[in-house]
């Protein structure tokens, strides 16, 4: 018997104790590797889990570098200033950008416009000085912006002279997804803020689930909402607070109504959009933003390839159904379906 | 030894580990830090490993918290009701909850998010 029941106890105590070589969620135990980055006029910082050799980390600081000094908008030597200047490129990440925002500009009835960077400049943003300019100045620039200068087709972009292209609305969503395609093939989970871009990679260590947090307008040590994600997923706010100047106690955003050419005006404080992919996030909380609450619901309901959270200056959150249960922490309204 | 003590033996063994194993896994998880949340809004995230005291104020009142012994507890408030001081030392969820003063006390491990959307 003694022979017996000695085998069978090494037997349980292995079968019971060995569960717990393997952490929490089942998955091996993953080295974190942090790394923090300044490009396209933000601060990144990426932590990945499992990179053991620094490769993958290595890999993504040279495709944010490589676009950083293509999409930049002030540098004198980016593919997108040879662009605006001469009026054509051939560049692969231009080019599938480009395509890109005229497609869901179409989208949401021109809301995202990528032609603005000349009236940009005249309200001063991107500058030291930022200036209500005068009705006749913005007039004067209407005929250099708007989606319909913009040329896509055989492999390249053209646009007229005058006219300049900004791809500050979509360059952090596009470096989040080639970011992510590669961590992805290399079998790497991880956390991307790209300056207020949030890319979740795969799964956390432990099996949880990805925490993020919503900023409040008036105060970005605070949140006004945390929200729990699960596996890849791009969350991505635009909204009035975070590049702005106050005259005569007037607030302009950097977000401009490509109907008005002037700073969007409304109850929004923000838009948060959380969508499968980085760009189709970035494009479309711009999009949302200029639209409003009403249109952005109704965008929401045609689409239905995104959640969204929308905060109206008098503190009210609206979430889309899709986000109800992943609420950690925080008041808020559902949006009829 | 007898069949008998060996069979006595067996089942106490397997209790000990199945107590073990239901500890780990079923066990609720220890925070290291608390989320104050105020009328909706993280205000404030307090780490359970330094004693301390906190006053949260709210619209609706205030509420004292007592972070000892790696637990925190609300040890006074101005709510009528004091479910919130009710609760006791806490460091796991559920949060504590005053709702007069519309303050919640969420448990954390990490006490940071993994990002925030800005």
């Known amino acids: ?337 | 030894m007898k069949t008998k003590h060996w069979a006595l033996l067996l089942g106490a063994v397997f209790l000990l580990l199945a107590g073990i194993v239901s500890w780990q896994y079923l066990g609720a998880k220890t925070a290291s830090h608390a989320e104050i949340w105020v009328d909706g809004v993280l205000t404030q995230t307090v780490d359970l490993s330094r004693d301390g005291e906190y006053r949260i104020e709210s619209a609706q009142g205030w509420n004292q918290l007592t972070v000892s012994g790696g637990k925190l507890a609300v040890t006074a408030a101005s709510c009528p009701d004091g479910d919130c001081v009710r609760c006791g030392p806490r460091n796991t969820n559920p949060p504590i909850v005053c709702l007069p003063n519309r303050v919640s006390i969420r448990f954390s491990e990490s006490g940071e998010m993994d990002g925030a959307v800005r």
């Open chain 1, 1 to 337: 018997m003694r022979q017996r029941i000695l085998p069978l106890l090494l037997a349980l105590a292995l079968f019971l104790t060995g569960c717990n070589l393997l952490p929490e969620g089942g998955s091996p135990a993953r080295e974190v590797s942090e790394s923090s980055i300044w490009a396209m006029d933000t601060q990144m910082d990426l932590r990945l889990y499992g990179d053991t050799e620094g490769a993958v980390m290595a890999e993504l600081i040279t495709v944010l570098n490589r676009l950083d000094k293509t999409l930049s908008a002030t540098s004198a030597d980016s593919a997108l200033t040879a662009l605006n200047e001469s009026g054509r490129t051939e560049d692969a990440d231009i080019v599938y950008l480009a395509a890109n925002a005229r497609t869901v500009s179409a989208q949401t009835g021109g809301a995202l416009d990528i032609t603005l960077l000349p009236v940009s400049r005249l309200w001063g943003f991107g500058t030291d000085s930022h200036t209500v300019p005068d009705p006749a100045e913005l007039e004067a620039l209407r005929d250099k912006v708007g989606m319909d200068k913009l040329s896509v087709s055989d492999g390249a972009v053209s646009i007229p002279t005058g006219t300049m292209l900004d791809f500050g609305a979509l360059a952090k969503g596009y470096a989040a997804d080639l970011c992510r395609a590669r961590m992805e093939e290399a079998g790497i989970s991880g956390i991307l803020a790209l300056g207020g871009n949030i890319q979740t990679v795969g799964t956390k260590p432990d099996g949880s689930d990805w925490i993020i947090g919503i900023q409040d307008p008036d105060n970005t040590g605070r949140y006004l909402l945390s929200l729990k994600l699960t596996g890849s997923k791009a969350a991505v706010a635009s909204g009035d607070y975070q590049r702005f100047f106050i005259q005569d106690d007037v607030r302009y955003c950097h977000i401009l109504d490509p109907e008005t050419l002037s700073p969007v005006q409304g109850s929004l404080r923000s838009v948060t959009v959380v969508a499968d992919q980085g760009l189709l996030a970035d494009s479309l909380s711009t999009a949302l933003f200029v639209l409003g609450r009403e249109a952005g619901i109704e965008l929401w309901r045609q689409r239905g390839d995104f959640e969204a959270v929308w905060i109206e200056a008098d503190g009210t959150r609206w979430i889309t159904p899709g986000l109800k249960d992943r609420v950690v922490e925080g008041y808020y309204q559902v949006i009829e379906p």
